[in-house]
């Protein structure tokens, strides 16, 4: 019987598997993965990721390789404009780094990430199963019981499902969730432009919803284009000439003549926040327990703040002799996780509402607010450091830099 079932190899579920067994080597922990076994290398996106999840990444021993792959953003300015505008007018601009000089986040080529969290299973003995789903779930008492595509049972004392929005174990446990649909896709893409741009990150706030240009190491960038689901299809699916006007007409000329890369894909954006994050001998995390509006790049970060919360969680009941896949056990995983996710599910959801119109007065107000928190610094600094993941009393270890 295994200590530890992960179902899901995606970023999330790599992490707990490596942060469980570095700081518990003698648990059995196993990886189950329904991907064939090269299908992340096929993955051309990047994401944001925060100040706190790279120091974990540096407890794990894997900040130093992925660093040199890791465009630090130095400077972040938010404009609200509508997408004929000749110029965007900037309301807001952030900038410095929140602690140990590091700034508040890095984009990461999603491939060098799990590349490094790949390796670190194979260092640790963590055995990774490709090309098998779950199926079944069941809680038998003393363990779970997992049933995978292949007809084959796996047990186990604690299952974490890492599988996903669509996570099929959640719903395999009876877990419900509260669910909606923005009706808007976001289209991903990388961007190479004539001049550098100076680690800054750019978000435009436009009439269909956010357009985000994040700096890639070199003259480069990743997209984050929010357009209305239809239109969104209708661009990706676009020849490439029609796809650079509409791109330009958005991304402007600052950075010279630009040429966007061929890969380019549409994700349905929509909320989910499941109503429980434990049942027994299951925990839930990452895009699992919730899948948010990408406008502020907190997805994959909230999925690492989980990880080390329920790290901690699990090591410290280990270490007392507890039952680790028991619901007195997880319960502090999920005190510890539901606010602060609750938390940014309505702040996405709010924020997307608010700036994703054309409706004058409230691009008015929304305005002003972005005035305000621009020409306050406390203000400013608060945010920037929440956003960073640097604030917190009740901060996990790992997100501290610190062993568990
Ligand atoms: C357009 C866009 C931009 C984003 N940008 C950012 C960003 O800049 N910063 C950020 O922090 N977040 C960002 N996010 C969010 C981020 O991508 C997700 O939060 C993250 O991918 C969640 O990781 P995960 O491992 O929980 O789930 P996933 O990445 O979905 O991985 C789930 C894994 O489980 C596997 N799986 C599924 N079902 C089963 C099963 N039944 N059995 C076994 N395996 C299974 C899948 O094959 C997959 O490998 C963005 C999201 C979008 C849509």
Avoid at 152 to 175: K, M, N, P, T, Y
Avoid at 225 to 232: I, K, L, N, S, Y
Avoid at 271 to 278: D, Y
Avoid at 336 to 353: C, E, I, K, Q, Y
Wanted: with cysteine; proline share 5%; charged share 25%.
């Amino acid at each position: 019987m295994l200590d530890v079932l992960v179902v899901g190899g995606g970023y999330v579920g790599l992490s707990a598997a490596v942060a469980i067994k570095q700081a518990a080597p003698h648990l059995a922990v196993e990886v189950v993965e329904a991907a064939p076994e090269d299908a992340w290398k096929r993955d051309p996106r990047a994401s944001a990721i925060i100040a706190a999840a790279t120091k974990m990444l540096d407890v794990f021993g894997l900040w130093g390789r992925i660093e040199p792959d890791a465009q630090p953003i130095t400077r972040m300015i938010v404009t609200d404009s509508k997408t004929s505008d000749p110029v965007r007018p900037v309301f807001l601009t952030f900038d410095g780094a929140v602690e140990d000089g590091r700034p508040f986040a890095h984009m990461i080529p999603n491939v060098s990430m799990v590349a490094a969290l790949r390796d670190a299973c194979a260092d640790r003995g963590i055995v990774i199963r490709h090309g098998l789903r779950a199926t079944g779930f069941r809680d038998t008492g003393p363990s779970a019981e997992l049933t995978l595509s292949d007809g084959s049972v796996i047990q186990a004392r604690l299952v974490v499902a890492c599988d996903g929005v669509r996570s099929r174990l959640r719903d395999l446990a009876g877990i419900r969730t509260v669910t909606w649909q923005y009706g808007q896709s976001g289209i991903v893409t990388t961007v190479e432009h004539e001049r550098p741009h100076d680690g800054v990150a750019e978000e435009h706030f436009l009439p269909a919803g956010p357009f985000a240009i994040l700096p890639l190491k070199g003259n480069r960038s990743s997209l984050v284009w929010t357009e209305r689901t239809e239109d969104a299809d209708r661009l990706v699916a676009s020849d490439g000439l029609v796809f650079e006007a509409e791109l330009e007409r958005r991304f402007g000329h600052k950075l010279g003549t630009i040429r966007a890369t061929p890969d380019r894909r549409a994700f349905p954006l929509g909320l989910t926040l499941a109503r429980a994050f434990i049942a027994p001998r299951l925990a839930l995390a990452g895009d699992a327990a919730h899948g948010i509006h990408p406008i502020s790049g907190q997805g994959l970060n909230l999925g690492f703040k989980d990880v080390a919360a329920l790290a901690e969680t699990v090591v410290e009941a280990d270490r007392l002799g507890l039952d680790i896949g028991s619901v007195n056990v997880l319960d502090r995983y999920q005190v510890w996780r539901r606010f602060d996710t609750f938390r940014m599910g309505v702040t996405t959801d709010v924020l997307n509402r608010l700036f994703s119109n054309d409706v004058t007065p409230i691009r008015v107000l929304r305005d002003l607010g972005l005035g305000v928190v621009d020409r306050i610094p406390g203000l400013k600094s608060y945010f920037i450091r929440e956003a960073a993941g640097a604030s917190g009393h009740n901060r996990p270890r790992l997100l501290g830099g610190q062993n568990i």
